[in-house]
Each structure stands twice: as C-alpha cells, then as structure tokens.
C-alpha cells in the first residue's frame, strides 16, 4: 500500500528557509520520478519540483533559484530546501509520483507570512 508522508512546513518569514522532507513507502522508490506539487485553496495542485532516477531535477519558473529537490534512495525519501520564501509560496505541499495514479498524502502547510 503507497504510503507518502510529507512533514516539515511551517510558518515562516518573507525571505526565509524551509525544508520539507517526504517518507515513502509501498512502491519501489527508486523506479519512479518524484515530485513535490502545492496546492493553494481553490486551485488547482502544481508541480513545483520534480527529480528522476538518475537525479535529474526540474523546476516551476515560479521557484527556479529558490529551491533545491533531492532524494535518498537509501531511506526512499524525497527533500524540498525552499529559500528566499515569499507569501504567494504560501499552500500546502504534497509529494507524488507525476504521471502516475497514486494516492496523495495529507500535505504539509507553508505559511509566508510577516
């Protein structure tokens, strides 16, 4: 049973850090491409970042500089480091495999605020 478990959000500061970290479990995690997608209320959910198998990562325009998407095969695991954080970064985060049908998990919110 896919299990996807995304933790590390927070209330931050224009200007400040995060980083979330996804656990993933009941699928072979190092077969897939990742991806870190947000959500704001009443839109749509986005990819913002994504990683494949041999490490190649991708980025939304709106983040491209800001942030850095890694993966540890080892603890099948997945890393958004978010600098420079402004308010309209503000959603909840999930993680996922694109392109695959996969359950979401519960998401963790990032709130940009002063």
């Known amino acids: 049973q896919v299990q996807l478990v995304e933790s590390g959000g927070g209330l931050v500061q224009p200007g400040g850090s995060l980083t979330l970290s996804c656990a993933t479990s009941?699928?072979?995690?190092?077969?897939?491409?990742m991806g870190w997608y947000r959500q704001v209320s009443g839109k749509q959910r986005e990819l913002v970042a994504s990683?494949?198998?041999?490490?190649?990562?991708e980025y939304a325009d709106s983040m491209k500089g800001r942030v850095i998407i890694s993966r540890d095969k080892s603890k099948a695991t997945i890393s958004l480091q978010m600098n420079n954080l402004r308010p309209e970064d503000t959603a909840v985060y999930y993680c996922?495999?694109?392109?695959?049908?996969?359950?979401w998990g519960q998401g963790t919110q990032v709130t940009v605020s002063s």
């Open positions: 996922n495999r694109p392109l695959v049908d996969s359950p």
């Open positions: 009941g699928f072979h995690f190092g077969f897939y491409t």
């Open positions: 990683i494949d198998i041999v490490d190649r990562t």
